[in-house]
T-cell receptor
Framework: AQSVTQLDSQVPVFEEAPVELRCNYS??????LFWYVQYPNQGLQLLLK??????LVKGINGFEAEFNKSQTSFHLRKPSVHISDTAEYFC??????????????FGQGTTLQVKP | NAGVTQTPKFQVLKTGQSMTLQCAQD?????MYWYRQDPGMGLRLIYY???????DKGEVPNGYNVSRLNKREFSLRLESAAPSQTSVYFC???????????????FGSGTQLSVL
């Protein structure tokens, strides 16, 4: 079984500042890792995903995340945030294998509040 | 592009009433999912359907039933609503790669359900 912990429930940051949203996971098998974003009153959209290969993954809207197997982490970063990045961000994990495809375990979510 | 369409967007029920949440996707996806989102708990999988004609329980199936009516449609039914089922419900779909690679989920915009 897999689990995900997002270490911050809310992250306030000023516009144009860098930001890091932290995510740790646990699993007894190899995993796929994802970050989803949810804008107000909308469904979730995929930001980026790690399946294999390079541990630094680049996504949409200037976000990137780094997979660290030894620390079981998958932190999300952006060097300079915009007001429009205000949203809730979810880290998610799925185990390898066709029986796990699409069955994501989500973290509790981190609300990113970008202030002018 | 419609993507994943959920109806209704809002619903208020009294305890003991029944209702069905509807979901349809126009992307010819094989897999469909129902999640519920509660504050501080992220998204939790209720039921999923890996392909037309099959359904399986997720993490929190109690109090719910589902029907995969055809490849496009996947409905969620509450037979006797309880206040604990007050939540935001999301339907999602994915192409489901049989090669074992993971596919991203496409989400609907959600149904906000209140049970009084």
């Amino acid at each position: 079984a897999q689990s995900v912990t997002q270490l911050d429930s809310q992250v306030p940051v000023f516009e144009e500042a860098p930001v890091e949203l932290r995510c740790n996971y646990s699993s007894s098998v190899s995993v796929y890792l994802f970050w989803y974003v949810q804008y107000p009153n909308q469904g979730l959209q995929l930001l980026l995903k790690y399946l294999s290969g390079s541990t630094l993954v680049k996504g949409i809207n200037g976000f990137e995340a780094e997979f660290n197997k030894s620390q079981t982490s998958f932190h999300l970063r952006k060097p300079s945030v915009h007001i429009s990045d205000t949203a809730e961000y979810f880290c998610a994990v799925s185990g390898h294998g066709s029986s796990n495809t699409g069955k994501l375990i989500f973290g509790q979510g981190t609300t990113l509040q970008v202030k002018p | 592009n419609a993507g994943v369409t959920q109806t209704p967007k809002f619903q208020v029920l009294k305890t003991g009433q029944s209702m069905t949440l509807q979901c349809a996707q126009d992307m010819n996806h094989n897999s469909m999912y129902w999640y519920r989102q509660d504050p501080g708990m992220g998204l939790r999988l209720i039921y999923y359907s890996a392909s037309e004609g099959t359904t399986d329980k997720g993490e929190v199936p109690n109090g719910y039933n589902v029907s995969r009516l055809n490849k496009r449609e996947f409905s969620l039914r509450l037979e006797s609503a309880a206040p604990s089922q007050t939540s935001v419900y999301f339907c999602a779909s994915s192409a489901l790669s049989w090669a074992g690679d993971n596919e991203k989920l496409f989400f609907g915009s959600g149904t906000q359900l209140s049970v009084l």
